[in-house]
């Protein structure tokens, strides 16, 4: 069967898609993007695919997630390039709605998630997962999907919308997948196609840094010990400016300092190299 | 026919019946209460039985939206009487969850909403507007309802459920129903039942002062001035407390001042009585 995939621009257009989707009883996935796709985005459409009827993919920058002086205007786009991508992969509704559609006029309703949002990027990018967790819900509202999928990447989003998802009643499962890495061990980001070559060789300490830890953590190195340890890779850089090096508790997302066997937690990085900031994570049992 | 109503304690239960529900193709309508039905409620009722094939009435004295002085533990309550005055406006499904259902641990997400909550009762009762948009944001994520039904003795929180659904694309309409008032003008409310003798007499000066008001505006007289002489009315009953007299625009509820034709305009009351806090409006056109 040749792959027919719809693009729709607006919420009334996909509302009658929806309606009838549930009409037949479909399940519905949703795969929540950013666009400037990548084999990161593509997993997340192979995991929606396997499990659910009707698969919709979203485009959508989205500008309540970006601080003032951050990258929302030099986000990388590419829409026609993501559309053969999404097409390729397997989406059935590739939903790109503009601001206007999406923001018709003053948004005056924020959905917040308090204590996961305290640290990491919550702490660095005050605003951000408020940004994140309303427009997660707006598009759950207009999708009204079974099945949402999200990269391990952003752990910290995926703590936030599982909260979330929980707190409300929402009908939805958040499906976590996991991190997506170039053959050289870096996570892959829209994001890397800002940096120079310097940058990106030295951003893979990132991933090495990780690598180590998980052997550390493993052989039952201190926690603290093992992010001086960290720390200490990271600054042997010269392009790497570290934004946080933090072990917490997953998903709760708590301070850590023993160890108690059986307890999940996240070793979490975010590390800027020149204008590009960059995160990475391994989540693993201790 | 016989009028079934099953009673729904569980959200997980909910579930299956909207399920099936949507299944069947039927419209789905919800009241959401507090409980202690009166007549009022009952409208709602009658209302969502006309435009929708199933009918769900929540009963849930939400904690989240009484402040910390608030009359949240003597909230009147009769669960059997309200189970029978619902049978017989015909609900079909009274969703009746517990505290520990609705927030099984501590609640960290927020729906709140701006501007349509800074002033009337926004403003004199803080974060009660946040209870009230998140639990009916989780309602609807429970019920996935096409239409909610609410009064508009609660205009307030009429605009603020009305912005929120617009905002999030949620995929409900929202009905505002007519005040329902005893014979003699008192708008019907459960808290009414706090009322002495002596201050239920006295509180019939909110729906008299507004039939006033009403009259006065018809007659051009500056808002202004029909503030004031609504306050003045009020004040002259020695157990009245004014805690606000308003004139907004509707739905918006901003400042208003000199008259716009054709300008929707609530006036709004809050006045204590005693320990009890009574709140009457009129929306009018001007």
Redesign the interface.
Known sequence: MIQTMQQIST?AEM?VHIKEA??Q?KTIGIVPTMGFLHEGHLSLVKAAREKCDLVVMSIFVNPLQFGPNEDFDRYPRDLERDRELARSAGVDLLFTPEVSEMYP?P??????????TEQLCGKSRPGHFDGV??VV??LF??V?PDYAFFGQKDAQQVAVVT??A??????VEIVPCPIVREADGLALSSRNVYLSAEEREQALVLSRSLKHAEKWLAEGVALDEVRGRIIQMISEMPLAQIDYVELLTYPDLSPVSARTPGQSIIVALAVRFGKTRLIDNLITTI
Not at 107 to 116: E, G, R
Not at 166 to 171: A, G, K, T, V
């Open positions: 919420i509302r549930r009409r009883g006029k948004m005056l309703t924020n959905v917040s998630v308090s204590t996961v967790a309303t819900t707006k509202q207009i009204q909260q979330m929980f707190d409300l009643s929402m009908p």
